[in-house]
């Protein structure tokens, strides 16, 4: 009636083998990691004559999907107000491991003096209870892949809307951008 296939070990081992492969492949493309701002608590405020600095706490929630670790080195993240720097937060050098969550705690000073350049807008913001601000950061560091580093950089864009007077997180926009580098790390 029909003809007999003959089946064969190498070619069953040979199909396994590429599905393994391909599976590996996908799941090895570097993937972008994701930032939300969690909260940010006042921790004080700073004389800085005629004005005040206020110096904040950014709780931020940070996910790594991809199977390396990585190793990052300690960088500055610039705070914008209406196109003005407004302040920074610094980032501690550390690392996470592979498909993991972690939370940052960030130390930020935002200077009232660039709040005094825009004192109008400011107190529209506080009366409406709504604040933007922009964020922008490059983080570097290492990832290790079995027995080979990859240097790597994550460029973070972040629009993030937050109440002026309790300081709630209501709205925000992250974006990254990964970047791997081909050549090992020296």
Not at 16 to 37: E, G, M, N, Y
Not at 46 to 52: G, Q, R, V
């Amino acid at each position: 009636m029909g003809k007999k296939v003959k089946w064969s070990w190498s070619s069953a081992i040979i199909g396994a083998a590429s599905a393994v492969a391909a599976t590996a492949l996908i799941s090895a493309k570097p993937k972008d990691p994701t930032f939300h701002l969690i909260s940010i608590s006042m921790t004080s405020l700073k004389l800085n004559l005629p004005l005040l600095d206020a110096e904040v706490l950014l709780t931020v929630h940070v996910t790594n999907p991809n199977i390396a670790p990585i190793d990052y080195s300690s960088t500055s993240m610039s705070i914008f107000y209406e196109g003005s720097l407004l302040g920074s937060a610094q980032v501690q050098a550390g690392s996470q491991p592979p498909r993991s969550c972690q939370l940052l705690r960030l130390p930020a000073r935002l200077h009232g003096l660039q709040l005094a350049h825009h004192a109008k807008r400011f107190l529209q913001d506080v009366a409406r209870r709504e604040m933007v601000l922009d964020a922008s950061v490059d983080i570097a560091g290492i990832a290790r892949v079995m027995w080979w580093d990859h240097n790597f950089k994550v460029h973070v864009d972040s629009h993030v809307t937050v109440d002026p007077v309790f300081l709630d997180v209501i709205d925000q926009e992250n974006t990254s951008e990964l970047e791997v580098f081909t050549t090992a790390a020296a």
